[in-house]
């Protein structure tokens, strides 16, 4: 298994309309224990190869809404594929079909606001909006940033 990486999660205005939405659904939803961490995933577009093999235990998903990071959470559980797809609702009450689910450990999320553009100086390149990618190491990342 190799090191823990920092990799991105866009989202959708079907998810949420605005950073704040997912802001809030970050600190209200997501960080309590009764949520497991567990995180509902539709189809991805992945721009790395082997991105869910990379997405180990101990790495940092940052959580994007258009130009903003609004926070982070730690993977306890890695990206698995749900067969059958399960069917659910978007924050908005948009039916969807997701296919993959992770877990995140609820007390490592944390809600802040990164600018994308800094994360692009960062990585040295432009990082495209509706793709997870893996931006590098979870140290390198903590190196360059802090660990907020």
Do not use: N, Q
């Not at 704040?20 to 970050?26: G, T």
């Amino acid at each position: 298994m190799g090191e823990p990486v920092v990799c991105i999660f866009p989202h959708s205005d079907d998810e949420f309309a605005t950073a704040d939405e997912l802001r809030s659904f970050l600190g209200d939803w997501l960080s309590i224990e009764e949520s497991e961490g567990r995180y509902l995933l539709g189809r991805l577009g992945w721009k790395d190869k082997d991105f869910k093999a990379k997405v180990t235990s101990g790495s940092l998903v940052l959580f994007r809404k258009g130009k903003d990071v609004v926070g982070h959470a730690m993977v306890r559980e890695p990206i698995r594929e749900l067969d059958p797809p399960e069917y659910g609702k978007t924050e908005h009450g948009v039916p969807k079909d997701y296919y993959h689910d992770i877990i995140f450990d609820p007390s490592s999320v944390r809600v802040y606001d990164l600018s994308v553009e800094s994360l692009e100086s960062w990585v040295g390149h432009h990082i495209k909006p509706r793709f997870y990618s893996i931006l590098g190491s979870r140290r390198d990342y903590e190196s360059a940033f802090g660990e907020r």
